[in-house]
């Protein structure tokens, strides 16, 4: 499996994945255990529709960031995977070994 | 017809459906058996994942805990659904790539040893165990609260069903019929949420009502009206928590990461057709148990202010009748302590001990008189959790269909999580303890029947589980999720993450974070259950929340002890570089 040049490949795009993975799962981290725990307190003097805006992340609001993290993520990396020539096929993937 | 009538028809269709399923969608090889073919489509696979996900204690007991502990009950919405956050981004595309039938196959070969593959399966039977006794208990309870059937004989028949679709179908059967399960399930939980919404606040979109305005011209939305009246009463603020944060913080961590740790939801993303649907998968997934999760604390803080409304300072001459059909159930119980005839609902235990004993006998009013000691508080009332979703059709005045409803959707959760844990049961047994491990030469026919027997014995203990419970199954089922969390996870994300941690990195940090978890649960759950308080816990941390602690050591000594030994070979080097790829080149 491995010229050179699509080792470099495979090295690339599991970098520009790397990267994104920091990126949405910082998201990730600041809804459920910043929004909604550490600074829940703070964010609950303003209001949001009805709700304390803490109050609205820890039982709404980042139950709905995540289902968003996890499409923008399968958009990206969809992306990415005919960015670096990877994608899978249609056909079912032969086992490994 | 009456409502006991129409609910064991509904029951009894949703059966003939589900056993319809498993004759239709027979299992002929082992890859039908335990991959379900590896064909289903990413739709069909992220709702199977949703009602193998939501257990029997999502759809009852959830919104009655959230109800009753207001904001921390954020725990266990975060928590279980964070989760697949981590297993959409972290594990389940590179599962989906390295292809085989079980988590343990994944941990035998990138760890490169058969003691790995069997930590993973010791791991993986204790954690499932746990859960699946809970799962044939649920089902009893729902058939002996909604068909006056002993749990016993319900239990059984719940088997019987479990024993049809999973025995024949195996993955295959399991995932059509979780497919139609969770259709039932979250049908029945969203037509009585929609309708308490409307009662209260005039808005069918319980999410939006949990933020509107109550509809009795006060002007005060519905937080705040339940702040206020909760107050008046001496409860704490619903809006409020009452834990601390770095028990909050521990608790929904352990949660999350046990998520993406469990054996049964993993090994769902094995059976979609490639890399990119599994990921596409777990989007669905999540899609289709927020539906049920954000409308759960919606219907926990409508039913609360509801309850409240209607039970407190009450005559109960003039009880709704709810009250009294819950009450013959011993679900709640009324002490009249200061003798007026009223039912104050009041902060507090209202009993000692806390759970109802009945005498057997009635007073005046026709209320079951109890042997329990009145306690200082002035609450007269004991209300058990589960009834917030189990009587919140009568609460709001909803037909019998709804309540027949409620019982198919209870039983369907309960089931279709039974059958997918006892499914990576049974392959653990029959493919990594008997093909893999101790009788490689059996041909795969052989490795089938092996499959059915584990099974058909799986449902058996399981059903034992349920009928005897043992004193420990309820609590420990919480604690399924700290282990997952500390010795599946971090064995499966640094598999597939780093190249340099090795077979006895893997299984020392597994052993630790498991024992150390394990025993932290065992000291302060059954052995010195009397320091089980904030005071004695290591950092603040509940026995709820060390798994996330747990994990954070088997963290770090993977690293630490393949930092002081030989680094995985090559091939196992190769692996790693192809399951992050996700063509098959």
């Not at chain 1, 080792?7 to 949405?24: E, F, I, M, V």
């Not at chain 2, 259709?183 to 319980?206: Q, R």
């Not at chain 2, 289709?288 to 759960?296: G, N, Q």
Request: some cysteine; hydrophobic content about 50%; aromatic content about 12%.
């Amino acid at each position: 499996m491995s010229n050179p040049s699509q080792k470099k490949q495979h090295h690339d795009y599991w970098r520009a994945n790397l990267s994104l993975l920091a990126k949405l799962l910082s998201i990730w981290f600041m809804v459920s255990f910043g929004c909604s725990i550490l600074w829940v307190d703070w964010l609950d003097q303003f209001s949001f529709y009805g709700f304390k805006l803490g109050f609205w992340f820890a039982h709404q609001g980042a139950i709905l960031v995540f289902v968003v993290l996890i499409f923008i993520y399968t958009w990206r990396m969809k992306a990415l995977d005919s960015q670096f020539d990877v994608a899978d096929s249609d056909d079912h993937p032969e086992k490994i070994s | 017809m009456s409502t006991q009538a129409l609910t064991y028809l509904l029951v009894g269709l949703s059966f003939a459906l589900y056993i319809g399923i498993a004759i239709w969608s027979r299992a002929s090889s082992t890859k039908d058996f335990y991959i379900a073919g590896g064909g289903i489509h990413p739709v069909a696979n992220g709702m199977a994942t949703a009602a193998d996900w939501m257990s029997a204690a999502s759809f009852i007991s959830m919104a009655g805990i959230i109800s009753f502990i207001g904001r921390d009950g954020s725990v266990y919405l975060l928590g279980w659904t964070g989760g697949y956050v981590l297993l959409a981004l972290l594990l389940a595309p590179y599962l989906r790539k390295f292809g085989r039938f079980t988590i343990p196959d994944f941990i035998g070969e990138r760890y490169y040893s058969q003691t790995a593959r069997m930590v993973a399966v010791l791991c993986l039977i204790f954690v499932s165990f746990t859960y699946v006794a809970g799962q044939m208990r649920g089902v009893g309870i729902v058939f002996s609260r909604f068909l006056e059937v002993e749990v016993e004989t319900g239990v059984i028949i719940g088997m019987a069903v479990v024993f049809m679709y999973a025995v024949l179908g195996g993955m295959k059967g399991i995932t059509y019929t979780q497919v139609a399960q969770y259709c039932v399930l979250i049908f029945a939980y969203m037509v009585p949420a929609i309708f308490i919404s409307l009662m209260i606040t005039d808005n069918p979109i319980p999410q939006l009502g949990f933020g509107a305005e109550v509809n009795d011209g006060s002007q005060q939305s519905v937080l705040q009206k339940l702040d206020g009246v909760l107050t008046e009463l001496g409860f704490d603020r619903y809006t409020e928590g009452s834990k601390s944060t770095i028990d909050v913080f521990a608790i929904t961590a352990a949660l999350m990461f046990g998520t993406a740790g469990l054996p049964h939801v993993l090994v769902r993303f094995f059976t979609v057709p490639k890399v990119s649907d599994a990921r596409l998968s777990a989007g669905y997934a999540l899609v289709f148990i927020a539906i049920l999760y954000t409308t759960a604390p919606a219907v926990a803080a409508f039913a609360r202010l509801n309850l409240i409304d209607t039970v407190d300072n009450t005559p109960y001459a003039e009880a709704p009748a709810w009250f009294r059909q819950w009450e013959d159930t011993g679900l709640v119980a009324w002490q009249d302590k200061n003798a007026d005839g009223r039912m104050q609902y009041r902060a507090g235990s209202a009993l000692s001990p806390t759970k109802p004993a009945f005498t057997g006998a009635r007073g005046e009013l026709g209320e079951r008189l109890l042997s329990n000691a009145p306690t200082d508080s002035a609450n007269e009332v004991y209300i058990d959790r589960d009834i917030i979703v189990l009587a919140n059709p009568e609460i709001a005045g909803l037909p019998g269909w709804v309540i027949a409803l409620v019982a198919a959707g209870g039983v369907a959760a309960a089931l279709s999580t039974a059958a997918g844990l006892l499914l990576v049961i049974s392959s653990a047994i029959s493919h990594d303890l008997l093909k893999q491990t101790l009788m490689p030469q059996i041909s795969e026919q052989q490795e089938l029947l092996a499959a059915r027997l584990a099974a058909a014995v799986a449902v058996c203990i399981a059903g034992l589980f349920g009928i005897y419970p043992p004193a420990f199954v309820a609590q420990v089922v919480a604690f399924a999720f700290g282990l997952a969390a500390a010795s599946l996870f971090p064995a499966l994300l640094l598999g597939i993450f780093s190249t340099s941690v090795n077979r006895e990195g893997a299984i020392a940090g597994m052993l630790s974070g498991l024992t150390f978890t394990f025993a932290y649960i065992v000291y302060f759950k059954f052995a010195m259950p009397q320091l089980n308080s904030a005071e004695h816990w290591l950092w603040g941390i509940s026995p709820e929340g060390i798994g996330a602690l747990g994990m954070l050591l088997n963290f770090a000594i993977a690293i630490l002890v393949s930092h002081f030994s030989a680094p995985p070979p090559n091939d196992v080097q190769e692996l790693i570089e192809n399951i992050r790829i996700p063509a098959s080149k």
